[in-house]
């Protein structure tokens, strides 16, 4: 725990034992911040993990916290200068209701957040949304490069029941209206599909993604176009925004552009003994030039990211060793 006298930044993140909150706590912890997890169950061998960053013994404190119970928020969030709102029910495809197991989580629990924050007088909020906030957007002018300003179609969303987009949407759009009625200080980052390292135990749904291809689990694969960033510029990009006073609005967070043709290619060159899925071609070759966006706004507050062909090799080498290329 903090030593007496010491006065440490103390900032709070929500859902810190999943994938990319796991890395921001990582990242927080060795600027020398006191962190305040937030976890449904501390006992869960899901969350040991974290016990086991550098620093953790010292600057890391877990908060039991649901999303929908908001004295559990309050709690957690006390005393804190800055929060980082991360945790999002992450579904699968089909959800039998998926208004109580989806939307109200991700929306209500955002406000919640963002009401304890204003309560606790937190000076700036970083909230995770999503690049598909921005990316379901039928009425965005065909060929204009997608920025801050484009909005996934709610409606749409739920037309297509695609919950899971609607629902990050509709959570970012309540919390930068309710930071304006508010004057809370609320910034938000949309990252594309994450990859990476784990520093959890479980295998999540961005190392089967992987693991999937390299092992030709599926004999064919459409040629979709893919936007990829890797889990340790997220979380610098989360840090960067919460730092930089020049930071407002929306970030884009989606540098790598690929279609499955080109990932497939690349990991043949760094990986030729695999068996990788046959590439299916008849995919409008019109669809990479129209889901375009970029992340300039981020990289103009210094943002820089790896390349595709290093964060590969890092997620692939740390599934070998983990033995999980083995296991599926
Ligand atoms: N992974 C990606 O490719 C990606 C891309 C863009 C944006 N994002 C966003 O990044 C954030 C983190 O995603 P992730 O991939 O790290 O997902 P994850 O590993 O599934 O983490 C989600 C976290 O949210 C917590 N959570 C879910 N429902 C909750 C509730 N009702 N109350 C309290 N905590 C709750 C989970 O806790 P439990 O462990 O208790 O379930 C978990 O710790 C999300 O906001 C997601 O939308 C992810």
Not at 123 to 147: C, E, F, T
Not at 253 to 267: F, G, I, T, Y
Not at 285 to 291: F, K, R, S
Request: a negative charge; one cysteine or more.
């Amino acid at each position: 725990m903090e030593a007496a006298g010491e006065k440490k930044r103390r900032v709070c993140v929500t859902g810190a034992g999943g994938y990319l909150a796991s890395w921001l706590v990582k990242l927080l912890l060795s600027r020398g911040y006191f962190v305040h997890g937030t976890v449904r169950d501390p006992g869960d061998s899901k969350n040991a993990h974290l016990k086991n960053l550098d620093g953790a013994a010292e600057n890391l404190q877990l908060f039991k916290a649901e999303l929908l119970d908001y004295n559990s928020l309050v709690s957690a969030i006390a005393g804190c200068e800055g929060v980082f709102h991360v945790a999002t029910p992450v579904p699968p495809k089909k959800s039998s209701n998926p208004e109580v197991e989806v939307v109200v989580p991700a929306v209500t629990g955002t406000l919640n957040v963002l009401k304890a924050c204003s309560e606790a007088k937190v000076k700036r909020v970083v909230v995770v949304s999503s690049a598909v906030a921005v990316l379901m957007s039928p009425n965005w002018p065909k060929g204009k490069i997608r920025d801050e300003n484009c909005w996934s179609d709610e409606e749409y969303c739920r037309k297509t029941e695609n919950w899971y987009y609607y629902s990050k949407t509709l959570a970012e759009r309540e919390a930068l209206d309710f930071a304006e009625k508010n004057r809370l200080d609320v910034v938000t980052v949309c990252p594309s599909f994450i990859i990476g390292p784990l520093l959890q135990s479980n295998i999540n749904a961005s190392s089967l993604f992987l693991i999937n291809l390299l092992k030709g689990v599926r004999p064919t694969v459409e040629n979709k176009v893919l936007y990829l960033v890797d889990i340790r510029d997220v979380a610098d990009a989360l840090l960067l925004v919460y730092e930089e006073p020049n930071a407002s609005g929306r970030h884009i967070c989606a540098p790598h552009l690929v279609k499955m043709q080109d990932l497939v290619d690349m990991l043949k060159n760094l990986y030729p003994h695999h068996k990788y899925p046959e590439i299916l071609t008849e995919e409008e070759e019109e669809e990479e030039e129209d889901c375009e966006m970029h992340s300039v706004k981020l990289n103009n507050l210094g943002w820089k990211c790896r390349t595709l062909q290093e964060t590969l090799i890092d997620t692939i080498e740390y599934h070998r060793a983990a033995g999980l290329l083995d296991r599926v």
